[in-house]
């Protein structure tokens, strides 16, 4: 089993890392049917205000480039956009197994 994972920080306007963390959960929740999908995980760090983390797996590379054309997809971006100031792709995994997966 070869997965697809993406770790990425999104660096957002000061004060506004619990929106765009709201933000990314819906995103979340908007892909839970999506069997393609198979973790979309938000978090925040205590040593950083302005940053949020997402941690993703999908079944393929090609699985997660198609979701971002969705509908649902497109709306979060739009409303997420205004506020992000910077973004890093900090890693691209092929996760191989664990818990969850």
């Not at 839970?32 to 590379?61: G, Q, R």
């Not at 956009?81 to 818990?99: A, D, F, H, N």
Request: net charge negative; with cysteine.
């Amino acid at each position: 089993m070869s997965k697809y994972s993406l770790f990425g920080k999104f660096t957002v306007q000061e004060g506004k890392r619990d929106l765009l963390a709201d933000i990314l959960v819906e995103a979340a929740e908007s892909m839970k049917d999506l069997k393609e999908c198979e973790a979309y995980i938000v978090s925040t760090s205590e040593n950083e205000p302005d940053a949020v983390y997402v941690y993703e797996t999908w079944e393929n590379e090609q699985a997660h480039q198609a979701s971002l054309s969705l509908e649902a997809t497109q709306t979060l971006i739009s409303r997420a956009k205004p506020i992000i100031t910077g973004m890093e792709r900090i890693s691209t995994l092929q996760t191989v197994g664990g818990k969850g997966i």
